[in-house]
């Protein structure tokens, strides 16, 4: 596709299930990215997946969070045991390496996540 | 620690001139991104510095100065679909992006 897109669009989920959030990043790039962010506030880093090197996790709040990237393509954010805090817009990226150095990110539409 | 600075909300009339500022404090620098945001929708992309000056884009204009650890985005010629949340983010030695918390700009008739 010509962009980034996310599924699903909206997920309600009841306190203490599990979920998947999935990213198809743009063909070619080599870096992804995972963000939260809650209503009228900025975005919140949670991992960075950059071609075939470790993830950084550095952004990840707890445990309950974890992600993969297979094939270096698609990734996927599952959220253990949800609990009302976790519910916000996830936002997914990524990016390719700009001449120079600078990583121009481009966004998918996000997957809200409402934990009731 | 690391912090990008900028205004929460601004309010500015249609056809006049805003800037937003932002400031920042972060370990190295790999250049200084803004993105327009509306709401509820994903942010987009919209001028890269890594040099100190102006890099002008049509009606929008952004500036950074390295030594000082500032940036600012310019909007001329307002107009209402201008009305959307501002992020600064700035790129660090790691090549992370470090986000502002965005500014509201909202645009009156």
């Known amino acids: 596709g010509a962009g980034v897109s996310q599924s699903p669009s909206n997920k309600v989920t009841e306190k203490g299930k599990d979920v998947e959030l999935r990213c198809d990043p743009i063909?070619?790039?080599?870096?992804l990215y995972w963000y939260r962010q809650s209503l009228g506030q900025g975005l919140e880093f949670l991992i960075y997946f950059q071609g075939n090197s470790a993830p950084d996790k550095s952004g990840l709040p707890s445990d309950r969070f974890s992600a993969e990237r297979t094939g270096g393509s698609v990734s996927t954010l599952t959220i253990q045991r949800t609990q009302q805090e976790d519910s916000a817009v996830y936002l997914c990226?990524?990016?390719?390496?700009?001449?120079?150095?600078?990583?121009?990110?481009?966004f998918g539409p996000g997957t809200r996540l409402t934990v009731t | 620690g690391q912090n990008i600075d900028q205004p929460t909300e601004m309010t500015a009339t249609e056809g006049a001139i805003v800037q937003i500022n932002c400031t920042y404090q972060t370990s190295g620098f790999n250049g200084l991104f803004w993105y327009q945001q509306h709401a509820g929708e994903a942010p987009t992309f919209l001028s890269y510095n890594v040099l100190d000056g102006l890099e002008e884009k049509g009606r929008f204009s952004s500036f950074l100065s390295r030594s000082k650890g500032y940036s600012y985005l310019l909007l001329k010629e307002l107009q209402m679909k201008d009305s959307a949340s501002y992020l600064c983010?700035?790129?660090?030695?790691?090549?992370?992006?470090?986000w502002g918390a965005g500014t509201k700009l909202i645009i009156k008739p």
């Open positions: 990226a990524s990016s390719f390496v700009r001449a120079g150095g600078g990583y121009e990110q481009y």
């Open positions: 063909s070619g790039h080599t870096a």
């Open positions: 983010a700035v790129m660090d030695s790691n090549y992370q992006l470090i």
